[in-house]
């Protein structure tokens, strides 16, 4: 599934106290948001943006923050972009090519973003993993819990997801979502897709506020299937 240009929203949270020297702050907050088959003409800050496209919150981002309208990924389509973000590297490098290759993901060993962050932050990823699947449950090798974060709430791949119940039961169609290491079962999940990546987001921050955090919140809008909900 092709991603012309990866929106990708690097909140720094730093309230900084006139006097302090640099090494005095506080360290800072950072959320870290992903958008989903969504590129520069799909946000309505672009002045040449199609009309029926409105963004508001995306626009706020861009307005009080900075805003690069030539930042490019280096992989143009779903998994590659989510293995360069949080390597930190090309992606070819571990064999990340294209969207498919999302299913087998990469050396579990190889450390990504969250092993890297001080001892002292609580990292969690929201939303589409992609970065491995979960064939092998319950070891969960390319679970993003062996891979640095702290917590998560969010499946493992396999493209897109069904944004008002968990898709499938058993097969290859099956695509859990995941509470940590827990699969949320059926009758436990009610709602809209990206309204519930979002409560879960937000409840993560209200429960890390007090100290620091890394959160990586990965929609799977505006990815198909193409639902909404009525209101």
């Keep these: 599934v092709r991603i012309t240009l990866s929106i990708v929203v690097a909140l720094i949270l730093l309230h900084p106290i006139p006097g302090l020297s640099a090494a005095n702050l506080a360290p800072p907050n950072i959320v870290v948001i992903l958008t989903d088959d969504q590129g520069y003409a799909d946000i309505s800050f672009n002045p040449n943006h199609p009309r029926e496209v409105v963004t508001p919150h995306m626009d706020a981002l861009a307005r009080e923050g900075v805003f690069f309208s030539q930042a490019y990924t280096s992989g143009h389509v779903c998994s590659p972009t989510r293995a360069g973000l949080m390597l930190g590297q090309y992606q070819q490098r571990v064999g990340i090519y294209t969207a498919g290759d999302g299913g087998r993901g990469f050396n579990p060993k190889t450390k990504i973003f969250p092993s890297f962050l001080p001892n002292d932050y609580t ?108 209101e």
């Design 123 to 230: 990292s969690m990823v929201v939303g589409k993993w992609h970065l491995g699947l979960d064939t092998d449950y319950p070891e969960l090798r390319m679970h993003a819990l062996n891979r640095g974060f702290d917590e998560c709430y969010k499946f493992m791949g396999r493209g897109g997801h069904d944004y008002f119940k968990l898709r499938g039961v058993n097969g290859p169609e099956y695509a859990p979502i995941y509470r940590n290491k827990e699969r949320i079962k059926e009758g436990d999940y009610e709602g809209y897709l990206t309204t519930r990546l979002t409560e879960e987001a937000v409840a993560f921050i209200d429960r890390q506020k007090q100290k620091p955090f890394f959160l990586y919140l990965a929609y799977n809008a505006v990815h198909a299937p193409a639902q909404a909900p009525k």
